[in-house]
């Protein structure tokens, strides 16, 4: 089966600029991540989506970070204005669960590193 | 508060010797426990999983995990490492209502020949 795509692969943006990234999950899979990866550290949760409604945005700066999954598929996070800790991969990830507990298997596509100067 | 530990920042090991990577959790309930590993430039591998059952789990790439309740731990192992081992690891704890994926800080593995 095909992987989680993302892109772009590589950003590079002045402070203060937009940007978007843009993930296409494993067909059928109903949960869509987004990780923030600093350098050093593990991924952070940014948001997570059950089809196309928001399960978890607890840690998403959301007086400059957005994201949404329109149509339960495909996702765009966007990131106005940039700071210099925006510098970061992000990591899509996606998962077969619909809900509820039980275990749960994320994969993870190739992420998007930005670098805001 | 659930959170994962990996106390080692950095393991320098040769081409040929064991390998063991901590990992201790804080969960409030059973966990649901993972293995990722990350290549430069790449995203996250799943190498291993436990969700119930037998403690010792079997992964891709001769990777091996045993969950110790008593420990609270998630050690990674492997007899024999290769060159091409070397990249970062990160456990992770997940499960819950909204089934969160928590990682810890990640153990960058060196391997010498």
């Known amino acids: 089966e095909a992987g989680v795509a993302q892109s772009p692969r590589y950003k590079i943006i002045e402070k203060r600029q937009s940007v978007a990234f843009w993930c296409n999950p494993i067909s059928g899979h109903a949960t869509l991540y987004w990780y923030q990866q600093i350098l050093g550290q593990g991924p952070k949760l940014l948001i997570q989506?059950?089809?196309?409604?928001?399960?978890?945005d607890s840690q998403l700066p959301k007086d400059r970070f957005s994201a949404e999954r329109l149509k339960g598929v495909d996702s765009t996070l966007k990131i106005q204005p940039a700071k210099l800790e925006d510098s970061a991969v992000y990591l899509c990830?996606?998962?077969?669960?619909?809900?509820?507990?039980?275990?749960?298997?994320?994969?993870f596509g190739a992420g998007s590193r930005l670098t805001v100067l | 508060a659930q959170s994962v530990t990996q106390p080692d920042i950095h393991i320098t090991v040769s081409e040929g010797a064991s390998l063991e990577l901590r990992c201790n959790y804080s969960y409030g309930a059973t966990p649901y426990l993972f293995w990722y590993v990350q290549s430069p430039g790449q995203g996250l591998q799943l190498l291993l999983k436990?969700?119930?059952?037998?403690?010792l789990v079997q992964g891709i790439k001769g990777f091996e995990a045993e969950f110790k309740r008593s420990q609270s731990s998630f050690n990674l192992r492997k007899p024999s490492v290769h060159w091409s081992d070397a990249a970062e690891y990160f456990c992770?704890?997940?499960?819950?209502?909204?089934?969160?994926?928590?990682f810890g800080t990640g153990t960058l593995l060196a391997v010498q020949p």
């Open positions: 436990y969700f119930s059952g037998d403690t």
């Open positions: 990830a996606s998962s077969l669960m619909r809900g509820g507990t039980g275990a749960n298997v994320l994969t």
């Open positions: 992770a704890v997940g499960g819950g209502a909204t089934n969160k994926l928590i």
């Open positions: 989506f059950q089809n196309n409604g928001v399960v978890d």
